[in-house]
């Protein structure tokens, strides 16, 4: 900001001002010259009687004579160098006066025959008057018939006042007169009440009425001209003068009569200045003088603003590209500042000063920056300055880039810091060095989750990955608890895989995710409340229990899109840098969701290989029983027939017999076990009525053998799929209801669907044996078996296990125990999601779009 | 030693190896008493005197127990932990005689105090001599508790 007057006015004035002094000083001497009356004649000397005859002559109140006729004398007496002297008195003292020849000349003399016989009249008139009735402002009085009985003011010897005594008289009027010295004591005896009207001359009448409070009454009379008069014979050259002047000046418009007739008539009382002529050349060439000196003031002063704005204008611009590189330094993300040779700052920008932790630059400029920002390593050991890289730079005149090292704080904190070090030249010269830096604290936390994802968590012996990743977070972050999630069935409940809290790692726990932030995050990758998350989640147990102020939470999705778990941090703080949570929730979050598919994974793994375990287990078991028994009783039999003991023979027979007939069932069972999964038919739609009436006919034998009562739900639901495979589940479940149907007299077995919550399950429910519900985990393992007695091998039931799990379902058994029926449900969703022409359609688009 | 010979309770759920059993018994003059059940919940109801084994002059304590592992309902193993970890009974030897040649069921068995383990050979003469073997052993040396 600046304005002109900011720019030393006093040194650009003085030229100018030391000039108009010595101009005014010029003037006054040359105007003591004109005034100087060396040369005047001494001038004639002429009294004039004066009375109150306003405006024309009066005296004023300081005591002076004035008056337009004042005004016209004094002119005539400059031009003729007369002297003009005023005897003040009344209007008939001025008439003794005259007579006695103590004044030579009188004014406004109206002729009369008696006074010309000792007067003599210039032949010009002054001015023509008339007489006039005046009467107060409020009066009635109109016109001369109400004069009747009235007081009437007039001036003693005055011409108006005998003029009206006469019209009264002719009209018959009689009135008081009262006669008084002058028109003003007229007008103020109207003013003062002591009269009802008074006569005086238009002359004073119209100026004058105003100041009186009074009025015309239209009243008029008497015109009659007015002179300059001399005592006969004593004055004729001075009347005649007067003559001259009169009647140049009535007829010229801009004289001075005319003027000072005109200014006095209307009531202004200025005072008229009768300005010597030599006074006047002398103020007119003092004006010259003093207008030449101004126009050389005002060039002198343009000259000098001209000037004055160009330099101010250069100031300004430069202030502007001042501050315009101020604001460009204080703009820049980048914390700028600049040292010289010794190592002092010289400049730093408001990004520097902020982030070392400071107020104001001048905590920094002249401070050497080496000890203040860089004297120890991120260990905290020393660092020398002559180990200083950036003093190195200005030094060796070279460029530095480093990014290992650590600034300190005013609060003797560190940050992990990137700078640059570039020289400062001025042509071949080093001034210094400018340093550019900036806080990488946050792209080092990134760094460490990378570090971190790229060793899988190893850095932690003795932990496995999520519980290496939740403490990661919470140390990164600056978290009180982070959480990971494996999402349970409906996704509505989740394991926790790890829980970090309070700098120690947890008993997982199961979470029900209702109500909860966690609950919010699984429609979205990510979620971050900053802060209030507790009040905005009052059912949410963990918050409450943790007194949490912010979370974040990122969904771990798996391959297939769907949500499989999530990451959940939380603090008792509020969350401060949101950006950077998100961004390690994102780039872990990936890393994570693969982890727990592969664990999931690894587990199902897991389990199929203890089943194939226990597959060949059972195997081997349940072959090499058989094997056992043949070949002992082969061992018998020799015996036998040694002993030729039919009877043992006939028994060791049957024991082989019945070995082999195991080994033969074994075996199919295990031939249509192993086709499962491996011979696939193509998947076709097919009603549920017709797949049943193709089941019932398979098992119809034993169903007729037994005598079983079928019952199957009338049902029009669609099932997609492999025919023959889907056919074999109810079939093995028939076979099976038969099998331990007991001895049931009245055997039944009811085939049915019915909706549970959004699930559409199947069943088939007996009155048999049913099953000790203490036994019932097992009915679904290889080669387990209830019943000994029973035919088979114990695979029909696993069997339907791994047909149901195909179609991604599950299976289980309800039984209220032994002898009271058994109801064996499943639900084969895979094969109830695709039906109809549609399925096709949506499998095109997805290929199109590279879905599928 | 008391004059009663002690009971033998055989646990078997496959009735020729159960035949096997008694027969070679019979062969080698071992005049030991046998009582057969055919799975493991059956050996505990027997062994508890449940469900039909009440009466202890057709169920008594036996002295001895061949138990095989595979078996229905209730497997060996969960008959053995029963057994072992119930101190009215934990001292009846309990002698595995099972198919089963695997290096678990060995160790799980041993693990519950099984105080023999025995896998059938499917070699005849084998089976045969193993099953004289474990009565001259078990019924003539071994010194029962009871």
Not at chain 2, 12 to 35: F, K, T, W, Y
Request: aromatic share 10%; charged share 25%; with cysteine.
């Amino acid at each position: 900001m600046f304005t002109p007057r900011h720019i030393k006015p006093a040194k650009m004035n003085r030229p100018v001002r030391t000039l108009s002094i010595r101009m005014l000083f010029f003037c006054c001497l040359l105007g003591a010259l004109v005034q100087s009356p060396a040369w005047a004649e001494a001038p004639q000397l002429i009294r004039i009687g004066a009375f109150n005859f306003y405006p024309g002559i009066f005296q004023d109140t300081d005591g002076a004579i004035k008056g337009f006729y004042v005004d016209a004398l004094a002119e005539v007496a400059k031009r003729e160098n007369l002297r003009i002297e005023y005897v003040y008195g009344s209007w008939a003292e001025g008439l003794e006066r005259i007579q006695s020849g103590e004044v030579d000349l009188l004014t406004s003399v109206a002729y009369t025959p008696e006074r010309a016989r000792f007067l003599d009249y210039a032949k010009t008139p002054l001015l023509t008057v008339w007489g006039e009735l005046y009467v107060p402002v409020s009066s009635e009085i109109d016109n001369i018939t109400k004069m009747q009985n009235k007081r009437v003011a007039v001036m003693k010897n005055d011409f108006n006042g005998r003029s009206f005594i006469e019209l009264a008289k002719s009209f018959g009027i009689t009135c008081e007169y009262v006669e008084v010295a002058g028109f003003e004591e007229v007008f103020q005896a109207i003013a003062d009440k002591q009269v009802d009207a008074g006569v005086v001359n238009s002359t004073y009448g119209v100026p004058k009425q105003r100041e009186f409070k009074l009025r015309s009454t239209g009243v008029v009379f008497n015109p009659f001209d007015i002179y300059f008069a001399a005592a006969k014979n004593k004055n004729a050259a001075l009347l005649n003068l007067l003559d001259d002047y009169l009647k140049k000046w009535r007829t010229q418009e801009d004289s001075i009569y005319l003027k000072a007739r005109e200014r006095w008539a209307h009531g202004t009382i200025e005072k008229v200045q009768v300005i010597p002529h030599w006074l006047l050349l002398a103020v007119g060439f003092l004006g010259f003088i003093t207008l030449l000196a101004i126009a050389f003031i005002v060039l002198l002063r343009r000259q000098v603003a001209r000037t004055t704005h160009a330099i101010v204008q250069r100031e300004a611009s430069l202030r502007a590209s001042n501050e315009m590189t101020r604001l460009l330094l204080d703009s820049t993300a980048e914390a700028i500042f600049g040292l010289d040779l010794h190592g002092i700052c010289t400049f730093c920008n408001a990004a520097c000063v902020r982030i070392l932790g400071y107020e104001h630059a001048d905590q920094l400029v002249g401070k050497n920056m080496h000890e203040l920002i860089h004297y120890a390593r991120g260990d905290g050991s020393p660092l020398h300055d002559r180990d200083c890289v950036i003093l190195q730079s200005a030094f060796n005149a070279k460029n530095s880039h480093v990014v290992d090292e650590v600034f300190w704080r005013s609060d003797r904190t560190s940050f992990p810091v990137e700078y640059w070090g570039h020289p400062i030249r001025r042509g071949d010269k080093i001034l210094g060095t400018v340093v550019t830096f900036v806080d990488i604290t946050d792209r080092r936390q990134l760094e460490e989750s990378y570090v971190f994802l790229s060793q899988s968590g190893y850095q932690y012996p003795g932990e496995n990955f999520f519980e290496a990743l939740a403490r990661h977070i919470a140390v990164n972050l600056s978290l009180d608890c982070v959480c990971i999630y494996r999402l349970k069935g409906n996704g509505l409940l989740a394991n926790t895989e790890a829980i970090y809290h309070d700098g120690k790692l947890k008993d997982n726990i199961q979470y029900a995710l209702e109500g909860t932030p966690c609950g919010e995050v699984l429609t979205q990758t990510i979620r971050c409340y900053p802060q209030g998350v507790r009040e905005m989640f009052p059912q949410a147990s963990l918050l409450q229990e943790l007194q949490a102020e912010s979370y974040i939470g990122a969904t771990l999705w798996s391959f297939d899109g769907q949500p499989i778990g999530l990451i959940a941090g939380m603090s008792c703080k509020e969350l401060v840098n949101v950006q950077q949570a998100e961004s390690i929730l994102k780039l872990v979050s990936l890393r994570t969701a693969s982890e727990l598919e592969r664990t999931q994974a690894a587990e199902e793994l897991l389990q199929k290989n203890m089943e194939i375990e226990r597959f060949t287990y059972a195997v081997s078991h349940d072959l090499k029983s058989p094997l056992i028994t043949i070949k002992t009783f082969l061992g018998y039999l020799q015996q036998d027939l040694a002993n030729a003991n039919l009877e043992a023979i006939e028994k060791d027979m049957r024991f082989m017999r019945t070995a082999t007939e195991k080994m033969t069932r074994l075996l199919d069972e295990l031939l249509r076990m192993s086709r499962i999964g491996r011979i696939v038919s193509a998947p076709v739609n097919v009603t549920f009525t017709h797949l049943m009436e193709e089941v019932l006919a398979t098992v119809a034998g034993a169903i007729q053998s037994r005598g079983v009562d079928v019952q199957v739900q009338k049902e029009s639901l669609v099932l997609y799929g492999d025919r023959p495979r889907l056919a074999e589940i109810w079939q093995n479940l028939v076979d099976n209801a038969v099998k331990y149907m007991g001895d049931q007299q009245a055997p039944c077995i009811e085939i049915g669907i019915h909706a549970q919550g959004k699930e559409t399950v199947f069943y088939v429910r007996d009155n048999g044996m049913g099953i000790d519900p203490n036994h019932s985990h097992k009915i679904f393992g290889l080669f387990d078996k209830l019943d000994p007695q029973t035919e088979g091998a114990g695979l029909g039931l696993a069997l339907v296990k791994r047909i149901v799990e195909l179609y991604k379902g599950r299976i289980w058994v309800e039984s209220e125990g032994l002898g009271l029926g058994s109801c064996f449900q499943f639900t084969l969703p895979e094969a109830l999601n695709y039906q109809g022409e549609k399925r096709h359609e949506w499998r095109t688009n997805s290929d199109i779009t590279g879905r599928g | 030693m008391n004059g009663e010979p002690i009971v033998i309770l055989l646990a078997e759920d496959d009735p020729a190896h159960a035949e096997i059993v008694r027969r070679n018994m019979e062969n080698s003059r071992i005049a030991n008493r046998l009582e057969h059940v055919t799975d493991g919940q059956q050996a505990l109801d027997y062994l508890y005197r449940r469900n039909g084994f009440s009466d202890p002059a057709k169920s008594p304590r036996p002295g001895m127990i061949l138990l095989d592992l595979r078996m229905p309902k209730v497997d060996g193993i969960e008959v053995l932990t029963t057994v072992k970890s119930d101190p009215e009974l934990a001292r009846i030897p309990i002698v595995i005689l099972t198919t089963s040649a695997a290096e678990m069921d060995i160790a799980k068995a041993y693990d519950h105090h099984a105080n023999s383990y025995l896998v059938k050979p499917v070699d005849f003469s084998q089976f045969t001599e193993l099953l004289e073997t474990l009565g001259y052993y078990w019924l003539a040396w071994n010194q029962s508790p009871y």
